[in-house]
């Protein structure tokens, strides 16, 4: 009997070469070197590359007898254990997908290193030759043909947002968009010597949210400065107001033929001139959902500009004294804090505008929001089911993640960005409104009981209806500002005299209010309206064949460029979707309706990364579908889903072999297909 089991044994090697699968009979031998490790972005038979922009992901060829595989990141060929950055030792076919930013880091050759080992029940194979490659921030962007007032840049995949230097004004600005507009230099200042020429650079964000490194290497959020670019713009024009388009990623001139943007667009405009014919030096753009205009969905801050670009991190703080206002003449205007509104923006009707780019921080979405209509849980039903993701991280600032899910750290400023549409059946629309910097008149009014103290910062008065923040009033013989308004008193700056009941409080002239012209619903009636449309991008998970990597049936590693289906959990990637920070994966089996099945291992329907690969955790054979989307943290708390990707189908099979006994009396065995 000693024969046949011995070439039993030796078939079941080959079979478990095949499978990538351990066999009693294969512990006790020793186990191969794992060969052909590699890194990739999309498909393990992509060209062969040793540097990247974001963090890649490996492959190798499967070991005979092996059960499971470990694999590890280090910035030392020799692995020493303070250079550890990622580590995996629970990988069941051979490839991996490192949920972890890494930083830039190059060397000569390279600087980082990955290395693999296979592993069975009562044996561990020896480690891979250490893999050796690169990670380096992708170029800076590039200008992109634009309009007056405005800047406008090439996307560059992968970002999450990007810092411009306006170098002319010594101001540094971050958008999650393609564009800035150039209020700075346009606000109160309308020769060319402000705003013929604009110097700028700028450079690609990435996030870290996962702060996954072992070892705790510090990584750049920030890709490299672009040189310094100009842009010239035109002298500004007079005339009606008119509206000349929008743009972003793609311009649109608001026909049903044009595209919608996938982000934020700019508001491009020309002209000086109220529907009364009465010229203004600032403006304000509104954006409705309706073409009566008048369910608002952002309110513009006051610019100078033919253009706006909505900010996340504040509007100009513009001068509330017509003093300072004359200084502005002179000077460029510094930003306002973030998330503190003004008081002093005005409609047309005396309504008190809240100012979009002033609004709170969204919250950003850590953990995968339920469908629409379920109120607790995670959904597994088609359309937007949500789940909590599977690769537990932390923020930068080391703070604790839900099971399952993402953690963030940071302000991610005002949310700025407007919802999808069904463009071109349903869009927005939009308008400007010509603005003017009003000082209100003379006011009395009178310090009631029990009056002031010397340093008091609070005075009662027998009324304020009327006074406003930043007012100048006289008290008695000193004079202070108004830095509050409260309910039978004023804030004001603190006090150098004593107060008595029946001083008189004079306001000789008030601080500067920034007033509608115009109301938004006459503007659109007259004809001064446009249409957009906005469709975020969905993630990219095929270009005819799908970006997905595993074993074949027959146990080899392979693409799904040679093959539809794969043996064990394959890896699938996809391409980075403009505007997204995080991604959600879910996989259902069927393709509708889509019902989300749970995650294994963080029992929640799929799972949230912010790395644009995984491997997905499906055991079962059978066709299966999977898809992906992005979450964009400058669309308002609660709706920061981006489109989903369509449905990709992957099958996973049985192995495509068996053992069959030969005839004859020795009892070989072979295999079958």
Known sequence: MT?????????????????GAGAASARTAALDTPSGLHAFLLRTDEPSSTSFNRTPSFSWN??????????????????????????????????????????????????????????????????????????????????????????????????????????????????????????????????SAWTGTVHWRIRALR?????????????????????????????????????????????????????????????????????????????????????????????????GAPAFSPRPYGTLTMPTLPASLQASRSRYLVDQQPHSQTTGDFGYDGATLALSEQAKAATPTTTIPTAPGETTGSAGSSGSSGSSGSSGSSSSSGSAAAPGGLSFAGDPGAPVNLWDTEWPNAGYYWTVIPVAAVSPGALTTFVRSPGAKVADTSVPVAGNPGFNIGDSVTIGAETVTITGIGDGTISVTALKFAHTEGQQVDRIGGGIQYVDMELPQDACAAGRVARFGKSSEPALTSSGDLFATGLSPLGRLTSALHTASFYGSPLVSWTPALGAEAYQVQWSKTKYPFVAEDDPGAKTKGFLTTGTSSVLPIKTPGTWWYRVRGFDYSLPTGAQQMSWSDPAKVILTKPTFKIASSAGAKRTFKLVP
């Not at 490839?95 to 060397?107: C, E, N, Q, S």
């Not at 009465?278 to 801050?301: H, M, W």
């Open 207 to 303: 996030s870290d949210t996962y702060n996954q490194r072992i070892n705790q290497i510090p990584v750049s959020t920030f890709g490299a400065w672009s040189p310094v670019y100009s842009s010239s713009n035109s002298a500004t024009s007079g005339g009606p107001i008119q509206l000349r388009g929008t743009v972003a990623d793609v311009y649109s001139n608001g026909s049903d033929s044009a595209p919608a943007h996938r982000l934020m667009p700019a508001f491009l405009f020309s002209g000086n001139q109220s529907l009364a014919g009465t010229p203004a030096e600032l403006f304000r753009v509104y954006v409705f959902t309706d073409k009566q205009c008048l369910n608002p969905v952002l309110i513009g801050s006051v610019t």
């Open 3 to 19: 024969m046949p089991v011995l070439r039993l044994a030796g078939v079941l090697t080959m079979i478990a070469l095949a499978l």
């Open 62 to 191: 499967p070991v005979a007898g092996a059960t499971t595989y470990q694999f590890q990141l280090s910035t030392s060929s020799s692995f020493r254990d303070n250079g550890i950055i990622y580590a995996d030792h629970r990988l069941t076919t051979p490839v991996a997908a490192p949920a972890v930013t890494l930083p830039w880091i190059t060397g000569n050759p390279h600087s980082l290193y990955a290395r693999v080992r296979a592993v069975t029940q009562t044996t561990t194979g020896p480690w891979s030759p250490a893999f050796g490659f690169d990670v380096v921030p992708p170029p800076p962007p590039t200008p992109l043909p634009s309009y007056p007032g405005l800047i406008r840049w090439t996307p560059v995949p992968g970002a999450t947002g990007y810092q411009i230097w306006l170098i002319d004004a010594n101001k540094m600005e971050v958008v999650y968009s393609n564009v800035l507009d150039e209020r700075e230099f346009y606000t109160f200042h309308q020769s």
